[in-house]
């Protein structure tokens, strides 16, 4: 009798140990042909090393994977493509200093004369692609002057240019503003309606499973706890599943500081990458005992005054002042030794360091100060492993020991351990930028009730969040940034997140005898 399976892959009892770590521990998934699949869990659950074991990347220590029925051996993404499985990663991997269309055929890159790529034909073929798919590009640009969320559109690309029928998306829309993860999604519905492609997502936010997903499966602590028709899920019955208990927001107890100035900031000037205007005669001050929110569209300059702030970028014209020291185009290491701690928004490229240990990264920032060195020379590792097996239990980063290098770390908990490091050198100011992107629901509650200790022990706090019920949920007052320029200043509760879009998109307030622009 011909029979037809639905079923597309079929992973079963799949275990994959790492040294100390049970990543996978017999898992099965069934995915079906033409169905948007959500996968969550809580960091470190195990999902994108089930993802990288159906795309061939790791070799599972057991189990088997079936496609279309039949038993299939992937071991290599060579193999994975060509089942027509391809994988846009959690971490981008592109070439930053190639072009996109470059970057799009590369490793099956059209060829002049056998020997150079022929670059014209790269082009024509990117433009093409663009225009079936519906997702604009410009074959052009080189990959680093572009937004994460047009690189994330090259990727995907990309995975498309190779035949994909099945793609796998790990955390898509972990670094997108909500309008960028808006028209992922719409991608995504077309890819599926229209194109009978399979998306297997990843994603944190329970809100995006319940839009866009037709099943979601449910892992925890290296196991799959279930699959469910998506219109049987709600937000509350995935956080169980995935936590194992209730997840509750519960309102952050905010307690009244005395205003004491701590940073000052007047008329800054700074360009971008592309030697554009970042910021305009930026103003503002924060206070001790102050989260003070950045609202915007990413794109808009936050990236580039968090760095102008902690001197990773040179400013042209204005200055701050740290406790009334001022500061002009100062090194990273001594606006840090003024008491201003940063938790950068791109984790890989400036938070940590993937080859070093999880304690040298712990002790990145201190690892010449007493007590863990001594006279500035001698490592005291007592103290150092001491120090770092705390943070590690404070903030639950999920790891065997701290002596493994950082890069083994699940995404969310590579956050958790940046955050514990700047958390805990107590500096008078906090620069956070997106403190909770790719990061599970539990742990979100976790980071912002201690975003809120730090303020109520009277820290002054910048935070630049793409999310803005972050930014309600968190601030006492926000400024609003639109290409560069600060065009609004509220005390939280004096305006709605529908009315702050306004703000955001380039309605300006009058800021005269506001904070902002009197400073
Ligand atoms: N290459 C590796 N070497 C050693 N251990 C690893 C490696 N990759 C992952 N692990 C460990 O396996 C476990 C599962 O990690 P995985 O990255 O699959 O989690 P995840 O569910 O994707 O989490 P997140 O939501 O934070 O991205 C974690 O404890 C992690 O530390
Ligand atoms: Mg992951």
């Not at 937004?147 to 035949?163: H, T």
């Not at 639950?396 to 908990?413: E, V």
């Not at 009058?510 to 902002?516: F, V």
Request: glycine share 8%.
């Amino acid at each position: 009798m011909y029979y037809m399976t639905k079923k597309l892959i079929q992973v079963k009892n799949i275990s994959k140990q790492f040294p100390g770590v049970l990543a996978n521990d017999k898992v099965s998934l069934d995915i079906e042909k033409g169905e948007i699949h959500a996968i969550v869990g809580e960091n470190g659950a195990g999902k994108s090393t089930l993802m990288n074991i159906i795309y061939g990347l790791y070799e599972p220590t057991e189990g088997e994977i079936f496609f279309e029925g039949e038993p299939v051996e992937i071991n290599s993404p060579l193999d994975a493509i060509n089942l027509g499985i391809g994988m846009v990663h959690q971490h981008f991997m592109l070439l930053p200093s190639f072009t996109v269309a470059e970057n799009i055929v590369l490793g099956t890159e059209p060829r002049k004369n056998r020997i150079f790529m022929d670059f014209k034909e790269a082009v024509s073929r990117t433009e093409e692609l663009s225009k079936t798919y519906g997702l604009k590009v410009d074959p052009y640009r080189k990959v680093e002057s572009l937004s994460v969320g047009i690189q994330q559109r090259i990727e995907i690309l990309k995975v498309l240019y190779k035949g994909a029928d099945i793609l796998i998306l790990d955390e898509p829309t972990a670094v997108l503003t909500p309008q960028e993860a808006e028209d992922l999604f719409n991608v995504i519905r077309k890819l599926v309606k229209d194109l009978g492609k399979t998306i297997i997502i990843i994603t944190h936010k329970l809100q995006e499973v319940l839009a866009i997903s037709d099943r979601v499966s449910v892992m925890r602590h290296g196991k799959m706890i279930g699959t469910l028709e998506t219109k049987d899920a709600d937000e509350q019955i995935l956080a169980e599943m995935m936590v194992g208990r209730e997840v509750l927001f519960e309102k952050l107890h905010k307690e009244k500081i005395p205003k004491e100035k701590v940073l000052s900031v007047k008329g800054i000037k700074a360009r971008d990458n592309r030697d554009l205007i970042a910021l305009d005669q930026v103003s503002f001050s924060l206070n001790a005992g102050e989260i003070l929110g950045i609202a915007g569209v990413e794109g808009n300059g936050q990236s580039e005054l968090v760095e102008v702030l902690t001197g990773l970028r040179k400013m042209e014209e204005g200055t701050f002042t740290v406790k009334g020291i001022e500061v002009f185009n100062k090194s990273p290491r001594e606006i840090r030794d003024l008491g201003i701690a940063h938790v950068p928004e791109d984790r890989l490229a400036t938070g940590l360091s993937s080859e070093a240990t999880i304690w040298e990264n712990m002790l990145m920032g201190i690892q010449h100060t007493e007590p863990y060195a001594i006279k500035g020379i001698h490592m005291n590792k007592k103290k150092i492993m001491e120090r770092s097996d705390r943070l590690i239990e404070e903030f639950d980063i999920r790891t065997p020991t701290g002596d493994l290098p950082a890069g083994n770390l699940s995404g969310g908990n590579m956050q958790k351990m940046v955050i514990a490091r700047e958390f805990s050198f107590n500096t008078p100011i906090l620069i956070i930028a997106q403190p909770t992107r790719g990061v599970d629901v539990g742990a979100i509650e976790f980071i912002h009730s201690q975003i809120i200790e730090k303020r109520n022990k009277g820290a002054a706090i910048l935070l630049v969040s793409a999310d803005l019920d972050e930014i309600f949920r968190l601030s006492d007052r926000i400024i609003t940034l639109y290409e560069g320029k600060i065009t609004g200043e509220f005390l939280n509760g004096e305006i709605s997140k529908k009315d702050i879009g306004l703000y955001m998109t380039g309605k300006h307030m009058d800021l005269a005898g506001r904070g902002a622009s009197n400073e």
